[in-house]
């Protein structure tokens, strides 16, 4: 992979950044097994697309891209954003299935850069994708966006071959509950950002949004158009027996080969009825539905045969999505449209870490002699409680860490189970162990007993739950490793006592699954500690191939491990009194503030800028053209090998940049037409043509770029940043309320004089600071503004945006007198500006009658550092910043 790969998981991502294996992984590991085939083309084709505003694609499609990905979603403090691959996956549909009509495997074939893909590749006879997304990335926001803009596009594009009729399918109940989590009652069209609000580009998205879920077999009034199927996969299956076991149902269990010769349930024959006459197939954790062998795949073809016959057309699309579509050979599925890696998803901290023991660790593990399973490997699991011990005392008050233990069959599973009550009092009937054999399946003859149902119905619960504070659970013994979806967010430690073969149609991808959804928040680091014999080890490791990286350290009783610090009010703490420690802080109304006119009273002759001069570039500079952003980082190439350009794209990528500078999600339209304006009248002194070759290489110049962005940013802060003059109390925070956040793990100050528990830097110099302020008898108490306090103060900065300043510290003299604090190392541009927004606020503040004064202070790190042996107390340090 690419070093330049951002760490930010929003922005977007050149296909030249992404990972690809090396010569020396290609050649120790088959291309098809590494690669999707299609993924780069497809990648450079939605760029262009993209750096195009979507040319080609439909009203319908345009408008919602832009909404989704161009638009502002602010829900009260919080802003909402889809991460860069879940953007890329939806666009890679659309463009796709709309602009380049690659609906078959001929025109799909057109995107191979392998030279390896043929037609026999593909067994379906319909337009089929599959999406790899790395666990935990947001696998179901993709399929919310899909369903939506199938919906629309079917509403409103005349002749759309796409449905307002959805099947989505889980391998089994566990996806099924998962899934529902954010389905039932429409929750996530709701939640999300999906619809735009009646108005928008003159259509009524949100009335016109009427579908109906209906789960299993609870259908409820079925109509041609509008009907959302969530189902488990058997319920859909044409199969001999009119009950599907709760063990196949729940497990996902390989139905008979020959179950296209069998009778079909209620959903079944309703897919298969006169009542539908389009559908759009969308299947989650859909590792398996490859193999036309299987019952997943006929009956889905079943049902395109049956529409087919019907309506002379077949289904409208399916997409598959998982994070591992591999055929047992592990070569990926060719129908592979968009890859994000799990490499990408941990560097990108979407994930955790993935965390093995160091060599050193290792040696100390050691495999006993015996026929008692818990006596071999003791070492093993007394190495994983220690860990989890180190994680659960951290963030017990927030979240309860889950345990995973894997082993060989079911007897060794209650062994585990028995030891870990036994001989640690936090486990104590606080272990779940789930009853499967290798296969999955429910041990008593493989029939489904009362106590197979009565486990079952446990597992149930337990896999819907475990994350909940109510779940009584802190460690699960398992054999299997419910592969198919059972991707929990509170596992933090496992340890495999199995070892793994081909047979076991298991991937490292799918052990390192189950706890690699984090618990918290983006920015915060976590890691997935990985436990295990060497023979499980090594099948972990195996994944490097892929590009994945591991973390090693020192694990054990006085390891240091990176579990998150939970920073919250100290309530446990009888020697605070947080009454008398509490400090109380108000929230005003925003002062500074975007009013957004009407970009376009922009007018060109009105520009304040210095035209510049058109250079000269020999023919070798022109070959390749490089356009970067603000920041130096890359954005645009242009390769002109026999290739005429075309500027639109060039004056489009200004455009984006110069919106994205100022703040704007919408005028893209309106912006376009005046920067094209201005660079081929205004920015030369000259009229330039700008299908000239010289003249786009000019533009790929610094002062080019920067006179082009800089002007425009000008003109537009000048028309929509205010300043209202003033600002009202409107609230108040008292921080002993505050609620618990995580942070990363990093060093920290256990006080006496704060409500918190913890306090945390951003630098040696902050926590300095909080311990010069424990000293401190003029005060009462003081405290971190922390982000959980929500506390900031809007300015503007040096650049003409609106940003958030959120100062350091707050000190309490006495009920009447708090300081808001700000400590600074090294200045930079907007310092002064944030200083003078603080005087201001504390200004606004003091004019209200609330009995309190708030007064500000700037304290200089250059300034401590040469006064710091005179400074006694907090008076001193007024006297000497105030």
Known sequence: MSSTLPTNPFVILDPYSRWAPSKEELFHKAYETLLPPLVHKIRLAVKEWRDKNYEGASDTSKFLLNYWFNTEHKNNDHVFQYYFCQREAIESIIYLYEVAKARDKYELMRFDSSGRVSTGHFQENWCRYVIKMATGSGKTKVISLAIVWSYFHKLYERNSSLSKNFLLIAPNIIVLNRLLNDFEGLKIFKSDPLIPSDGYMDKNWSSDFQITLHIQDKLGAISPYGNLFLTNIHRVFITNESKISLEEEFLGKKPPSDADKDKGLDLGRILRSDLISDLVVLNDEAHHIHDEDLAWFKSIEDINNKMKLKYGKNISLQVDFTATPRHNNGAIFVQTICDYPLVEAIKQGIVKSPVLPDEASRSKLQEYSSDKFVEKYKDYIDLGYKEWQKQYNQLKNSKIPILFIMTNITQEADQVKEYLENYYPEFKDKVLVIHTNKQGEIVENNKPSKVGKE?????????????????????????????????????????????????????????????????????????????????????????????????????????????????????????????????????????????????????????????????????????????????????????????????????????????????LFTGFEILYPKVEKFIRFKLFGKEVDLNDLNVLRNLSEIEAKNTIISTFKKAIDSLTVKDKGSAEVKNFIKLKDVKPIAVSNTKYLIPKKSVFNKIVGDSDFELEFAAFLEQCDDIISYAKNFYNVHFRIEYQGDDGNIHDFYPDYFVKIDNKKTYIVELKGREDVDDERKIDRLITWCSDVNSVPIGKKYLPLYVKQEEWEKYKSQIKSFNDVINLFS
Not at 468 to 490: F, H, Q, T
Not at 563 to 573: F, R
């Open 455 to 663: 486990e079952l119905e446990k597992l149930r619960k337990a896999a819907n739950e475990v994350d909940s504070e109510s779940s009584p659970y802190r460690a699960i013994c398992s054999v299997m490793m419910l592969k198919e979806g059972w991707d929990v967010r509170n596992v933090t430690t496992i340890v495999g006592l199995r070892p793994y073969t081909a047979k076991s149609n298991i991937l490292p991808e799918q052990t390192l699954g189950r706890g690699l959804r984090k618990m918290f928040t983006l920015g915060v680091d976590e890691e997935l500690v990985v436990i295990g014999t060497p023979a499980f080890i090594e099948f972990v490791e195996s994944i490097k191939s892929e590009g994945v990286e591991f973390g090693y350290r020192k694990m054990g009783k006085d390891a240091i491990d990176k579990t998150p610090l939970i920073i919250e009010p100290d309530k446990e703490n009888v020697k605070k009194d947080l009454e008398v420690l509490d400090i109380e802080i108000p929230i005003l109304t925003a002062r500074i503030y975007k009013e957004y006119k009407d970009i376009n009273k922009i007018e060109l002759e009105k520009l304040n800028f210095q035209p510049i001069n058109l250079k000269n570039f020999s023919q070798n500079e022109l070959k390749e053209i490089i356009f970067t952003d603000l920041e130096g980082k890359f954005s645009h190439k242009l390769i002109l090998d026999n290739i005429s350009p075309d500027y639109r794209s060039v004056v489009a990528f200004f455009t984006k940049t110069i919106l994205r500078e100022c703040r």
